[in-house]
């Protein structure tokens, strides 16, 4: 197909998964190769802060289901080293050498640790991004500590705080920024998420950094905090955000670095002389790409369906020729559950300058916000009332006006828009589960759809979602 007789994915987690079944859908009958650092097959990781931290489902008992057979041959329990680009190689750590014609990375991140070895390495201080690491706090919130500190409150530690409380756990929240969920939703929005907590017992001290992990006999005993307050716990949970996996990328001659593997609409690789690539791609969370509808902004994504949507257009345009590929255009969504509260969000709510509530309301813990970026819809965040939001995605897809026009009958009469304050993610423990850089070109795109005329607005009747 095209010359492409091999093919080695780098990643085997939901994007390498979903890539490798994609190549066979698209016919791809070559070799097919699948590393992951991870000794078990592709397993979905939304759970892992949810139902496994609740004792409903087992840390190994969360796998992909498998859409169609893969024929490949799956190297797991191995990291990959490097990779050769002049010799269409990827080295991993075992030795092997694996040839290639086309290379998807689709690497992922890892938790970010505790900066500090010593106090990282105590018995008792967890991080949570593998099934691994689920399986070990799942444990030790079994034996029923004392208290929990939770040290971020980003989507990953809030949702591990909510499910502390949900267990009858004490836990303690501790966040450098102003509010929860600021660096993906902003301050308006992490304010309703900071009273959500406190309501359901959460300690949460905000605006406080942790100065020290205090122990005895090797093991977390509490902490310290940068306003003088100390507690002290059993449990010590890391969740300052994610590092994407790019070391092993150093000397490519790829544009890899800490932000991730840059590439174009169509999933190519850059070099790190901005020279797009023919046989290196890239997708999930380790992608960093441009967008149009967000001014050409370069995106990193930490989400289920980007990954799932991404692997599958690098996975098409690895195994077509040119006139046949087609670019990366979703827009971003995600959702989270926690305190009682199912958020859900399109669009990019960090790429936003003011906020509105256009349906619901807070005292009600129903609503949806709607962002705005110079004018132009940008976002929307729904809680307990997702129906809104796929009407919300096609405003943001054909760039209409911000704020959005009346026309709904549960809409406040007086809509008020107020500044979305999003924060310099350099204030934060955590960053953004969107990160955006770049240019900021003054052009406004539609994304046309032939045959789709956009969907009506929701009836006003529906039930919680």
């Not at 992951?36 to 992909?64: I, T, W």
């Not at 990291?79 to 092997?96: F, K, N, Q, T």
């Not at 010593?118 to 799942?138: M, S």
């Not at 958020?343 to 990019?348: A, D, E, H, Q, Y």
Request: a neutral charge.
């Amino acid at each position: 197909m095209n010359g492409v007789e091999r093919i080695v994915v780098v990643g085997a987690s939901l994007a390498g998964l979903r890539a490798a079944e994609t190549l066979r859908a698209q016919g791809y009958a070559g070799s097919l190769t699948v590393v992951g650092e991870e000794p078990h097959p592709p397993y979905d990781r939304p759970p892992l802060s949810k139902q496994v931290l609740l004792g409903r489902v087992h840390a190994l008992d969360v796998g992909l289901p498998r859409r169609r057979a893969v024929e490949a041959r799956w190297k797991l329990g191995v990291r990959a080293d490097r990779v050769d680009p002049e010799e269409r190689r990827v080295i991993l750590a075992d030795g092997e050498h694996l040839p290639y014609d086309r290379l998807l990375i689709a690497t992922g991140t890892r938790a970010r640790p505790w900066p500090k070895p010593a106090q990282a390495a105590l018995d008792g201080v967890l991080t949570l991004r593998t099934a691994d690491d689920a399986a070990r706090l799942t444990e030790r919130l079994d034996a029923g500590p004392r208290r929990v500190l939770v040290i971020g409150a980003g989507f990953t530690g809030s949702e591990i705080a909510s499910a502390c409380r949900e267990r009858g756990l004490e836990v303690t929240v501790a966040e450098r920024g102003p509010v929860p969920l600021v660096g993906a939703l902003g301050g308006a929005l992490g304010a309703f998420a900071a009273a959500a907590q406190r309501a359901h017992g959460v300690d949460l001290r905000c605006g406080v950094t942790v100065t020290a992990l205090r122990s005895e006999n090797g093991r977390f005993t509490g902490a310290d905090f940068s306003d003088g307050g100390r507690i002290d716990a059993d449990v010590a949970v890391v969740a300052l955000g994610a590092v994407r996996n790019t070391e092993w990328l150093e000397g490519s001659g790829l544009a890899a670095g800490p932000r991730g593997v840059a590439c174009d609409a169509g999933c190519r690789a850059f070099t790190m002389y901005g020279i797009v690539t023919d046989d290196v791609f890239v997708a999930g969370d380790v992608a960093r790409f441009p967008h149009p509808l967000f001014e050409y902004q370069m995106l990193s994504l930490e989400h289920w369906g980007n990954a799932v949507a991404q692997a599958e257009v690098a996975a098409h345009n690895m195994v077509s020729p040119a006139p046949r590929r087609r670019p990366h255009l979703t827009v971003p969504a995600f959702w989270s559950s926690q305190f009682g509260l199912n958020i859900k969000s399109v669009g990019v709510p960090t790429f936003s300058d003011q906020v509105v509530l256009a349906q619901g309301s807070l005292q009600e813990g129903r609503f949806v916000a709607v962002y705005g970026y110079r004018g132009r819809i940008t976002a929307a965040v729904s809680v307990n009332r997702a129906k809104w939001l796929e009407h919300y995605q096609y405003l943001i897809e054909t760039s209409a006006p911000f704020p959005p026009a009346p026309g709904a009958a549960d809409r406040p009469a007086v809509p008020v828009t107020v500044p979305s304050d999003v924060p310099d993610p350099h204030l934060l423990s955590h960053g953004p589960t969107v990160a955006l850089t770049g240019h900021l070109p003054d052009r406004h795109l539609t994304l046309v759809r032939p045959g789709r005329p956009g969907p009506p607005p929701p009836a006003d009747e529906e039930t919680p979602g």
